[in-house]
Each structure stands twice: as C-alpha cells, then as structure tokens.
C-alpha cells in the first residue's frame, strides 16, 4: 500500500539532519541587526527612540511593542533574539517578516529537495507511485515540491528549532556567533556576479578581494536597512538609496557592484546606474 506521508517523515528526518545549518543560517542573518535604530508606535504612529537596537538590548528594555509583533513571540525576554524578532523595522514591519522570507523559506524550500532527492534515489518504487498521485513528471523538484505542499508545516518545524536554540539568547551573542558566515556569505554572493574584463586584470588575489567586496556588501545591506526605504526599492528612490549608499561609507564606483545582491526593482537598478554615471568621480 502506498504511503501518503512518508514524503512529510522524509522532510522532517532531512530538517532535523540540517538543524544545525539552520541555526548557523539564523544567526549569520542577525549580523548587523543590533545597529539598526530601534522604533515603537505611539498613537498609531512609527518613531525612532533614538537610540540603536543594540543599545537597547543593553540595557534590559523590550525592543518589541505591544501593538505588533506575532503572539507567539510576545514573551521573549527582553534584549533576546526572540525579542528582536519581534522589534519593528523602519518600514513598520516586524523583523520577523523579513527573516521568514530571507532564511526560512529558502532553507525549508531547499531541505524538501533534498528530502525529494534521496527518496528518488532510495524509494524509487514510492517515489514513482507518489509522482502519479501529484500529476508530475519528476524533471522539476521544486514544482514537485510545491505541488506535494511539503513546506508550510515544514516552515513551522523550521521555526520551532530556531527559537528552542536561539530564542532566550542575548542578540549581541547570536551576532556574534553569526559573524564568520555572515562575511562567507556575502563574499559568496559577490563570487556568483560575472567578472568584467577589468576586475579580472586586478593584481589582487582573491582571499583579499573577497574580504573587500563582502565587507561592501555589509555596508550597503546595513545602509538599506537604515535608510527605511520600500523594499524592493522603488525607482522613485534610486536618488535616495545613492545617497544612503554613500553615507554608509561605500564609494561611487563600488555602488554598481552591489546592486545585484540587493533588494530592489530592476528599473531602480538602471536609474542608480544612470545617477552614479552622470555624477562621475566628482560626487
């Protein structure tokens, strides 16, 4: 008889495998989080209280409101990673949002594939029988997977092994303990952007670009995140985003090489390139 959940056993047995890249993932994404400002809403209203995320945390104060935020989380100790996920951002949602989209989707999506992979080649025969029940051919792991509905409880699964790890820890520790991937990761984005003719003839080697390009690419991710542009950014904002970029400390011409690795429309990417040509080295 054919097993209709062993393809939800196998996801759960491949999350549980993962769980620890799971939580080095979640704490590489808190990198950067505690300079952020921190904001509550008063009379319905967002506003900053002057001081940074981290410098709150320091000093024992909740940094989410009552007003927002998931129930769930609303019993974080203050200053925790729970509690910043629960903080609100400069566009009035909550961090928790972002780390939804930014890491738990994408890792529950690739953890389905990866459980789809091995019953394919271990469960041939269910694997087969399963296929005809979705209506698929196979080719495509993830239409499969999204077909089966594997990731929605999944997400939970994924959730509850960050926040029983990481939940009651200080944030300035989980950024702490983030920090070396954190850099890997954005040296690896930097990594996957084709290389022009001129940064191939660069004498530099590239242990020392990498660490250059990934220290940039921390700088503009902290100045979006500052700024409390509309993400993706709009092309009413590419002036803006510039302007930010800048202030950050990055130079003119490193603005284009970040543009790939952030969120924001393809016409506002154009329209930054335009602004950065017209300015030239004089801005």
């Known amino acids: 008889m054919f097993d209709v959940d062993f393809m939800a056993l196998l996801t759960r047995e491949v999350l549980r495998e993962r769980a620890p890249v799971l939580i080095a993932e979640a704490c590489a994404w808190t990198v950067g ?130 926040l029983a790890a990481l939940g009651a820890v200080p944030l300035v520790e989980v950024e702490a303990e983030g920090l070396p991937l954190s850099l890997v990761r954005a040296a690896e984005g930097i990594a996957r952007t084709a290389v022009t003719p001129a940064a191939a003839s660069q004498p530099a080697g590239p242990d020392a670009a990498g660490d250059d390009l990934a220290g940039t690419l921390f700088l503009a991710h902290a100045a979006l995140d500052a700024a409390g542009l509309t993400l993706p950014v709009p092309r009413a904002e590419a002036e803006t985003l510039v302007t930010a970029l800048l202030a950050e400390g990055l130079l003119l011409e490193e603005v284009p090489g970040v543009l790939p690795h952030l969120p924001v429309q393809p016409e506002t990417a154009a329209e930054v390139q335009a602004i950065v040509a017209a300015a030239g080295p004089g801005l």
């Open 33 to 162: 989080l505690s300079d952020q400002p921190h904001h509550l809403r008063r009379g319905g209203r967002l506003v900053t209280t002057g001081v940074t995320i981290g410098v709150r945390a320091a000093t024992g104060l909740p940094l989410s409101g009552e007003e927002d935020g998931r129930l769930e989380l609303g019993d974080a100790r203050p200053g925790s990673f729970q509690d910043a996920l629960n903080a609100l951002a400069p566009d009035g949602t909550v961090y928790v949002e972002r780390f939804d989209l930014q890491v738990l989707e994408p890792f529950v999506l690739a953890t389905c594939v990866q459980a789809a992979e091995r019953a394919r080649a271990t469960r041939r025969a269910a694997w087969l029988e399963l296929l005809d029940e979705l209506g698929e051919d196979g080719r495509d792991l993830v239409e499969v997977v999204r077909v089966g509905e594997w990731e929605a409880p999944l997400r939970i699964d994924a959730e509850h092994l960050v």
